[in-house]
């Protein structure tokens, strides 16, 4: 039929044995139709509240009684690897993300664009306050050393950096230096450090415990010949 005219395609159909009044009817079910999802897709481009796309679905054979769950399946529900990301990034936890601005300066065509690709718009902002680049763990050490956050905050970047539960306390208690060699000695001369303290300070410096406790003999050692002068 091509170059033909729908009128005549009509005539054709007619003359065959399609009753006249079904031409139309006929011609409608022969048409190449859009795939659903293709129906879904151009809905949400154009008219993202889905206010027509009933009627679309109807027109390409989708029965009545699945019009709504069409309708549901549009809206987009994220991959689960991003609702992790979220879940650490405390998105899920809206005081803590107000706490710390994470939902700032989400920007307008982000829910536009979102809704063309069927994200709500409360999943774009969730998104959005899990885009974030984070401190590393070094920075927010850094940053606990001077003062300027606390365990907790610490605790809370180290959860949102995926580190597990068991390692964020062992990382912070290695986050503080440990006394230098020079101030080993010198607290075991004042009587600050005792023969243990000083053993536990080599060890803190990566000694193996060999290599530890002839450091420490040495501390002693010297100490005693120092004040023997």
Same mark, same amino acid.
């Given at each position: =039929?091509?170059g033909?005219?729908k009128?005549?395609?009509?005539e054709?159909?007619?003359?065959? &044995?399609? =009753?006249?009044d079904r031409?139309q009817?006929y011609?409608d079910?022969?048409l190449t139709k859009?795939?659903? !999802?293709d ?5 949400l481009?154009? &008219?993202?509240d889905?206010?027509d796309?009933?009627e !679309?679905?109807?027109?390409i ?8 769950l069409?309708k ?6 994220p991959?689960?690897? &991003?609702i ?8 899920f936890t809206?005081?803590?993300a107000a706490?710390?601005? !994470?939902?700032e ?6 829910e ?5 690709k069927?994200?709500?718009?409360e999943w774009?902002?969730?998104y959005?306050?899990a885009?974030w680049?984070?401190p ?5 050490f850094q940053m606990?050393?001077r003062g300027?956050? &606390?365990r907790?905050?610490?605790?809370r970047?180290?959860r949102?950096?995926?580190?597990m539960?068991?390692w964020?306390?062992?990382?912070t ?8 060699r ?7 001369k004042?009587?600050v450090l005792?023969?243990a303290?000083?053993?536990e300070?080599?060890l803190?410096h990566?000694?193996?415990e060999?290599?530890?406790k002839r450091?420490t003999e040495?501390t002693i050692r010297?100490t005693l010949?120092?004040q023997?002068?």
């Amino acid at each position: =039929h091509q170059g033909k005219s729908k009128e005549q395609i009509i005539e054709d159909i007619s003359r065959g &044995d399609i =009753h006249p009044d079904r031409a139309q009817q006929y011609l409608d079910a022969i048409l190449t139709k859009p795939a659903t !999802q293709d129906v879904v897709t151009y809905a949400l481009r154009t &008219d993202p509240d889905l206010q027509d796309l009933g009627e !679309q679905l109807t027109k390409i054979g989708i029965h009545p009684d699945y019009l709504e769950l069409h309708k549901e399946l549009a809206l987009v529900i994220p991959p689960v690897a &991003d609702i992790i990301t979220m879940a650490v990034r405390e998105v899920f936890t809206p005081e803590i993300a107000a706490r710390f601005g !994470q939902y700032e300066d989400f920007p307008a065509p982000l829910e536009e664009w979102g809704l063309k690709k069927g994200l709500s718009k409360e999943w774009s902002e969730r998104y959005w306050a899990a885009h974030w680049a984070l401190p590393s763990a070094t920075q927010g050490f850094q940053m606990l050393h001077r003062g300027v956050i &606390d365990r907790d905050d610490l605790d809370r970047l180290l959860r949102a950096q995926d580190v597990m539960p068991f390692w964020r306390d062992k990382l912070t208690q290695i986050a503080f230096r440990p006394l230098t060699r020079v101030d080993v000695r010198r607290m075991y001369k004042e009587g600050v450090l005792d023969e243990a303290g000083v053993y536990e300070a080599y060890l803190d410096h990566g000694y193996a415990e060999e290599n530890a406790k002839r450091m420490t003999e040495f501390t002693i050692r010297q100490t005693l010949s120092s004040q023997a002068k």
